[in-house]
């Protein structure tokens, strides 16, 4: 993974430019990398790697701070939908070892058949209503 020590995390020193809101435990940061327009990341300020590392009031927290990132992005992109996400750990596909949720949105027709959402990260188990 990236970074060694919060020293050298790009979340713990995020691009001020990319700040969309800051909440009392995490920060709602416009992804350097999106899938599609608006992808947002809901980060916690201290640098824990996994949700089993924050504190009980930063778990209660997080779930309303995905939801006011929904909010914003209703407001600014009306997506149809969304996939939220967490990759955790490097068999889970986490590149920077700082905790950070996937606030993706989606809209009809950006995908020819988007049934089955992150199932498709084994395409050969995705598909499983046919």
């Known amino acids: 993974m990236e970074c060694a020590t919060s020293a050298e995390?790009?979340?713990?020193?995020?691009e001020s430019t990319r700040v969309i809101a800051?909440?009392?435990?995490f920060l709602?940061?416009?992804?350097?990398?999106?899938?599609?327009?608006g992808h947002t990341l809901?980060?916690?300020?201290?640098?824990?790697?996994?949700i089993a590392e924050l504190t009980a009031d930063?778990?209660?927290?997080?779930?309303?701070?995905?939801?006011?990132a929904q909010k914003l992005l209703n407001e600014s992109h009306r997506p149809d939908g969304?996939?939220?996400?967490?990759?955790?750990?490097?068999a889970?596909?986490?590149?920077?070892?700082?905790?950070?949720?996937?606030?993706?949105p989606r809209c009809h027709g950006d995908q020819m058949d988007p049934?089955?959402?992150?199932?498709?990260?084994?395409?050969?188990?995705a598909d499983y209503w046919s």
């Open 9 to 14: 995390c790009p979340f713990c020193h995020p």
């Open 58 to 68: 930063e778990q209660a927290a997080l779930f309303p701070a995905v939801l006011a």
């Open 82 to 90: 969304y996939n939220i996400g967490i990759n955790q750990g490097v």
């Open 28 to 37: 709602l940061y416009q992804d350097g990398f999106p899938v599609s327009p």
């Open 22 to 25: 800051r909440h009392p435990h």
């Open 42 to 50: 809901v980060i916690p300020y201290r640098h824990v790697a996994t």
């Open 92 to 104: 889970g596909g986490q590149t920077v070892p700082h905790l950070h949720i996937h606030v993706i």
């Open 115 to 125: 049934r089955g959402g992150v199932r498709w990260i084994f395409p050969e188990k």
